[in-house]
């Protein structure tokens, strides 16, 4: 039995000396560890492309003033046969419009509602005519329009644009004709004529111009426009001696070719940098 025993212990000091020398020393652990290289973020795996330049359809809102000079023509039937012709004056007119403007690849688009003034067309005729005295007037007072407009602005470089376009709308004008016919000396007949309208009729216009950028939000622009009222008709009552005679509906229509000046700031409201 004893000799049994003897064979254990033996066995179990054996075997503790194994386990002891199979012991991982934790400070050579460095030396066991292979040292692995630092992981490269997420992001350098991706495949680099180029950056390219995306256009963004920006939308503004502007403010334009506008002052120029209107060649008018009124083409009044009673004028023309005595004169040949219509009346042609040239008027101040003045104005604004306000609108939207969506920048475009090549320029930009721009929706806007113009309202302006003219001032008064005015004519006289005085013509000679033997033993009488001839007196005819006219005006086309009061005179505006209100239209909505669509242009369409061209890049040329980086201050300057060409635009194109028109617009629809109304306009008008307070019409009054006068005429007499009296003899130059002496008693007789006295031939007199008068005529009064509030023309409000269908009005349009056409052109372009260039455009002068002078800073992201301020632009300055020189442009011809074409602008028409519709014929409206006016009533020409005649009269002797003052009594009433007769009357005649004439049709008036009033034409023009305007330059025209403009100050337009985008973002009127945004606070100046």
């Known amino acids: 039995m004893r000799s049994v025993v003897i064979w ?25 560890v292979v040292p692995q290289a630092a992981a490269d973020p997420a992001w350098d795996e991706l495949p680099i492309e180029p950056v390219v330049s995306v256009w963004h ?5 502007y403010v334009t003033g506008l002052l120029g000079e209107s060649f008018a023509t009124l083409a009044d039937p009673v004028y023309e046969q005595l004169v ?13 419009a306000v609108g939207i403007a969506s920048e475009r690849e090549t320029g930009r688009l721009r929706l806007e509602i113009e309202g302006r003034g003219r001032d008064d067309l005015t004519a006289g005729l005085n013509p000679p005519i033997p033993g009488a005295i001839v007196n005819f007037n006219w005006a086309a007072a009061d005179g505006w329009s209100a239209l909505f407009n669509v242009w369409r602005d061209f890049t040329v470089s980086k201050h300057v644009d060409l635009y194109f376009g028109g617009g629809v709308g109304g306009g008008g004008y307070r019409s ?23 023309v409000a009729s269908f009005a349009w216009q056409g052109g372009g111009g260039v455009i002068w950028n002078l800073s ?33 509906v004439l049709r008036q229509q009033f034409t023009a070719s305007e330059l025209l000046f403009g100050l337009r700031i985008y973002e009127p409201f945004r606070r100046w940098r």
């Open 8 to 32: 254990l212990g033996a066995v179990v000091v054996v075997t503790g000396f194994a386990a002891a020398s199979d012991t991982i020393d934790l400070s050579s652990l460095d030396d066991v």
């Open 216 to 248: 992201d939000r301020v632009a300055f622009d020189v442009g011809y426009r074409f602008f028409s009222i519709n014929q409206y008709p006016t009533t020409w009552t005649t009269f002797v001696n003052g009594v009433p005679v007769g009357s005649e």
């Open 84 to 96: 040949g012709g219509g009346i042609n004056r040239s008027v101040l007119t003045a104005g604004g």
């Open 176 to 198: 009054s004709m006068t005429g007499s016919l009296a003899p130059a000396t002496g008693p007789g007949p006295i031939f007199s004529a008068t005529g009064n309208a509030q």
């Open 57 to 61: 359809a920006e939308t503004r809102f």
